[in-house]
């Protein structure tokens, strides 16, 4: 699963997440991209990202992309738009999340799109 087109990044980690497919997910990612977890202090990388996701997958959530802008120079594109998220917390209480992201991605060698910076705090 690549992405052809930045904006199509979007909408396969929402699907990769809503099935909780781990590996589908991180294959999104170049191997030193940055994400910002969900407290949105610091970033992490490599396991840390896997870890951050392994939590967030455990939440059952269904995830919802909406792109509002993609800003393009060569091989380098910013993503921007609104998320929303409603799973389960491990006590079995409902969650609902909403948001704003920014996200860069790196066009690569065969043409797809891979993120470099994951923020899902928007320009937070």
């Not at 949105?40 to 967030?56: I, Q």
């Not at 959530?61 to 993609?70: E, I, K, Q, Y």
């Not at 998220?85 to 690569?108: F, I, N």
């Amino acid at each position: 699963m690549s992405a052809r087109t930045p904006e199509e990044s979007s909408s396969l980690i929402s699907t990769a997440i809503n099935a909780a497919d781990l590996d589908a997910i991180l294959a999104l990612y170049e191997p030193d991209a940055v994400s910002v977890p969900p407290t949105g202090e610091g970033t992490v990388s490599g396991d840390a990202r896997r870890a951050m996701f392994e939590g967030m997958v455990a939440l059952s959530p269904t995830l919802d992309f909406r792109v509002t802008r993609t800003l393009t120079s060569g091989d380098i594109a910013l993503v921007t738009g609104n998320w929303t998220m409603k799973g389960t917390t491990p006590d079995g209480s409902p969650l609902e999340m909403e948001g704003a992201y920014a996200d860069v991605l790196r066009r690569q060698n065969d043409g797809t799109w891979k993120f470099i910076i994951d923020n899902p705090r928007g320009t937070d």
